[in-house]
């Protein structure tokens, strides 16, 4: 049974940084895309990095510039550096894994319970 955890998550003043982890157990990242999502109460799930098996990365327009999604050499962890937080980055962060690189959440196979990023400012 494959199970992601996040971790990193926390509360930051505005331009602030954090960086979110998300370890896999039972598995490597080797074979599969892996994505970050995020979550703000009431809304859906919007896709915020993604990195793919050929280590190629998107990222959303919102983030660009700001976030920077990496793996570490063994691929059984995956990061997310946030830097210059804001406070609409406020929400929670959900990591996930799947053979092909979607936009949707719920396309993915295997999902993580999320950390919460609280940004004031």
């Known amino acids: 049974q494959v199970h992601l955890v996040e971790s990193g998550g926390g509360s930051v003043q505005s331009g602030g940084s954090l960086r979110l982890s998300c370890v896999a157990s039972?598995?490597?990242?080797?074979?599969?895309?892996m994505g970050w999502f995020r979550q703000v109460s009431g809304k859906g799930r919007e896709g915020v990095a993604f990195i793919d098996t050929d280590a190629s990365t998107r990222y959303a327009d919102s983030v660009k510039g700001r976030f920077t999604i990496s793996q570490d050499s063994a691929k059984t962890t995956l990061y997310l550096q946030m830097n210059s937080l804001q406070p609409e980055d406020t929400a929670m962060y959900y990591c996930a894994a799947d053979f092909k690189c979607r936009n949707t959440w719920y396309s993915y196979r295997y999902r993580g319970q999320g950390t919460q990023v609280t940004v004031s400012s």
């Open positions: 039972g598995y490597t990242f080797r074979n599969y895309c």
